[in-house]
Nanobody, 115 residues
Framework: QVQLVNSGGGLVQAGGSLRLSCQAS????????MGWYRQAPGKERAFVAL???????NYADSVKGRFAISRNNARNTVYLQMNSLKPEDTAVYYC?????????WGQGTQVTVSS
């Protein structure tokens, strides 16, 4: 099994930046991808970004050019650098990890962007 621990998030003004971290532990020898989804109040969980084991990245259109996902393989950690934040980025951000067909979710971290 894989365990995920999120850190980062918080309250920031529009235009500001935050960085989220997600560290994986456990059966992590064959991680296919890691990344984030987010869920705003009253909305469904939505894809934000991911990074594959080969370094390939993918982003939701709404965050392209503003968010950047990266990883530190030695620490089994991925990072989401969020710049030029907007009030509509306010949500609970959930880290995920995919090992073969199994998806593991982190506990979620709140990001609030004030206008």
């Amino acid at each position: 099994q894989v365990q995920l621990v999120n850190s980062g998030g918080g309250l920031v003004q529009a235009g500001g930046s935050l960085r989220l971290s997600c560290q994986a532990s456990g059966s992590i020898f064959s991680i296919n991808a890691m990344g984030w989804y987010r869920q705003a109040p009253g909305k469904e969980r939505a894809f934000v970004a991911l990074i594959m084991s080969d370094g390939t990245t993918n982003y939701a259109d709404s965050v392209k050019g503003r968010f950047a996902i990266s990883r530190n393989n030695a620490r089994n950690t991925v990072y989401l650098q969020m710049n030029s934040l907007k009030p509509e980025d306010t949500a609970v951000y959930y880290c995920f990890c995919q090992v073969k067909t199994v998806i593991t979710w982190g506990q979620g971290t709140q990001v609030t962007v004030s206008s």
